[in-house]
């Protein structure tokens, strides 16, 4: 970033800058309507059933990690889908929790 305008600059071999052009960009996928564990933990408890109205901001259930519970909100309104782990369960890192539709 300089004078307010943000820039973005791409350095490669010299061998390799003919080849960039040819790359494709992998797009990521969309997250938003999963709920997913940020860090391994125990659910401690689900705040919400399938079918249940969700508004953004919402908590949705409690994740306890190194003795601490971290609540985890939903970052967006829908519907619960579908729930993929129940209470009590270990979960791993980017472990889907529940889907919203």
Do not use: W
Not at 34 to 39: E, G, H, S
Not at 66 to 88: W, Y
């Amino acid at each position: 970033t300089t004078r307010g305008a943000s820039h973005t600059v791409r350095v490669l071999p010299a061998r390799a800058a003919p080849y960039a052009q040819h790359l494709i960009e992998k797009v990521p996928p969309d997250l938003s309507k999963f709920l997913i564990a940020p860090m391994p933990g125990l659910l401690v408890r689900l705040d919400v059933a399938q079918g249940d109205k969700v508004e953004a901001g919402q908590p949705l259930a409690v994740v306890e990690a190194m003795k601490m519970e971290n609540i985890l909100r939903a970052a967006k309104s829908g519907t619960v889908k579908s729930i993929s782990a129940t209470t009590g369960d270990s979960l791993a890192v980017d472990a889907v929790i529940l889907e919203l539709e």
